[in-house]
């Protein structure tokens, strides 16, 4: 156990995670089916459901990835949030309104609409397999802090006990209160998470002897490089943090990872309508541009209190930064005092709860609506018009949850190894992964939305072309053969327009009957 650690840091460390349990448990006594389970009644207010979405957009990847990312380079990261906001207008008045309107549980039920069950259950497995890998590698960032707080060091079987801890109390609350549950500790850890890091950024601030005016001079020109820069212009579409990224390929990356993924869009279906769901997720992308430079900021203080001796003075620090993947929970670990440092472990674990759980609950709600009860309706030759009463009870969507809570924490354990191998800095790998289902999926749903045309064989081939196309543009693919290196961001940009022209391939489907449900009674 971590000596830098106090009874008084695990007291409020223990005491949060009570807390999001007791919520859990109280939330599940108003739990009747499934179809509450996964949707919630649709009556959360707008407002929870903006809180939920912005603290699962933030995870562990923000509160661990982003302040290493200013610490190393500069602010340019913040630019790709533009394309996100624009991204964010395009699903409210596009995305939201056919998708919540199909009253589906989740929102590949729509391909199911449009293209038949084949098409969704190959989207729903699809989004499985992506966001396994995605949220696995936000869990094992989140294992990097806490196992510094358990054990004080980041070795490979630390960071395997504590990936095992933090899924086991994901798990736990979830199973009890399903996408309610969800939200409403979301709206929690988001008020942690932000707390702790504006605490930290006050603090980190008064700890640095050097006056505010000094300390800009010194980011202005840090060995010739502008830490503060904000907008890069060139068009190197290796980096993914320029202007041109930001406002372009940033767009296509935001209708995907917001617009085609049940984790970030099941929420937005609880809402009122698709008007109150919209404007949620509008607003959660608006407001999650100041939580993220609250995050950059602090990596730009850790830069001066770690590297910038000659400002620091005599109170420079005697720890030695050798992962930088490490110097946030490093700086919290050793030199935050006791009760903030318990505080600031509390947000790194409300920033990693706010994404595992709502990936689990959108993946046993893929489980069951999309590849379950499909199976057992045509294991029992029911119609398509009988397939939401082949969803099961209560129980087993619980045990659903439970069982994608166990197969995510392997996954995370695997992304302890995939990071290590690739020598990525840890938000390029988290996000770079989530291509391989959401640059497909996008192709397909916009060719269902937008055109008339495609079936079931074509949304198999526009899937399986684009997972084998984001592979071939992975760093060890083409562009170590070509020596042409790609951003992730630019990786959507050159594959889902693929996917949408394959999808168009295939001939127009015939009306599927599986017909809408009044979106009212859901």
Known sequence: MSPHFSF???SVVAGYMLVVLAIGAWISRKQSDSRYFFLGGRTIPAWAVACSVIATAISAATFIGVPQVAFEGDLTYLITNLGSVIAAFIIAFLFVPP?????????YGYL?????????????IMFLLGRLL?????LFMAAIGFAMM???????????FAVIILGIVGTLYTIFGGIRAVIWTDVLQLFVFTAAALFVLVYLWRIIPASGQDILAALRNSGGVNKLRVVNTSFNISNPFTLWSGLFAMTIVGISTHGVDQDMLQRVMTAKSPLHGGWALISSMILTIPVVLLFLVIGLLLFVFYQRPDLMGAAAPQDIIEDTRRVFPQFVLHHLPTGLRGLTMAGLFASAMSTFDSAITAMASCLIADVYAP????RKGTTASDRDEALPDLQHSRLAVGFMGALLTAFAVGAIYMQESGGQTLIDFALGVM???LAPLLGVFCAALFTRRGNSRSVYAALGIGIFAVLLLQPYMLPAITGVKIGWTWVWVFVSPVCFLVCLLGAPAKPSKEMPHDARSV
């Open 8 to 10: 008084l840091d695990w």
């Open 99 to 107: 998708i919540y309107n199909a009253g589906t549980i989740t929102i």
């Open 112 to 124: 199911g609409q449009r293209y038949g069950t084949g098409a969704k259950s190959a989207a729903g």
């Open 134 to 138: 995605s949220s696995g590698a936000r």
């Open 150 to 160: 358990l054990s004080g060091d980041t070795t490979q079987n630390e960071l395997i």
């Open 375 to 378: 199976w057992h309706s045509r």
């Open 435 to 437: 291509a391989f289902a």
